[in-house]
């Protein structure tokens, strides 16, 4: 499977818990970027990295939340103390700005988190 | 700061009708606009991307179009099944390498 990849798919947690998602993209996309879906809405952008670069965080991003890229290749989401209203599905997205390609942005299957 | 709007939020049709899908967004700078489809709990499938360039893309039974100047882009189904049933989501990127903004969607329910 060359596609977007994450794990967990799913999470539950109790409140108050830290929990860390990992995301891994199509070989050779050097951006990556983190979405959060709540029930009913579409995805919201919270950060975008090129290689290793965190290049944009959105204000939805608290100080609760970290995000990593350190080699370029696969990130990790961490939400520190977490509390209900982080319940959601976190999406990660990568894309290549080759050539013809639009620099489409490719979702993987999201991880769900639910917390107690 | 761009908003993307869907409507209806949703939709239910008789197996066989033809639909449209509805999206409109306030800054018409965009890049590209692009169609998602959304299974319950699960990631996102592309449908269809239209480069700002472009008026229509059509992947079988679908056809987008795109009215940047209006900001607006329709989604056409043609021939529904119960398999289209699903949310739809429609999302702009201003340039090539920024984020996406999404819609809310439209929850469409095809009825056998």
């Known amino acids: 499977d060359t596609g977007v990849s994450q794990d967990p798919r799913h999470k539950i947690t109790k409140r108050g818990q830290n929990v860390t998602f990992r995301c891994d993209p199509i070989s050779e996309h050097n951006r990556l970027y983190w979405y959060r879906q709540t029930l009913g809405q579409g995805p919201e952008f919270l950060t975008y990295f090129q290689n290793e670069a965190q290049l944009e965080k959105s204000r939805l991003l608290s100080d609760r939340f970290s995000a990593e890229r350190p080699k370029g290749s696969f990130s990790t989401l961490e939400i520190q103390r977490t509390e209900q209203g982080d319940s959601a599905m976190y999406l990660c997205a990568s894309s290549f700005p080759g050539q013809g390609s639009y620099n489409e942005q490719f979702f993987g299957p999201g991880t769900r988190l639910t917390v107690l | 700061k761009q908003e993307v709007t869907q409507i209806p939020a949703a939709l239910s049709v008789p197996e066989g009708e033809n639909l449209v899908l509805n999206c409109s967004f306030t800054d018409s700078a965009i890049y590209n606009l692009q169609w998602f489809r959304q299974d319950p709990g699960k990631g996102l499938t592309s449908l269809l991307l239209?480069?700002?360039?472009?008026r229509e893309q059509t992947s079988g039974r679908l056809n987008a179009s795109l009215d940047k100047s209006s900001g607006r882009s329709t989604l056409y189904i043609a021939a529904s099944q119960p398999g289209d049933s699903a949310t739809y989501l429609c999302a702009v990127k201003k340039t090539s390498y920024d984020k996406v903004i999404f819609g809310p969607g439209t929850s469409l329910s095809v009825i056998p």
């Open positions: 239209i480069q700002s360039s472009q």
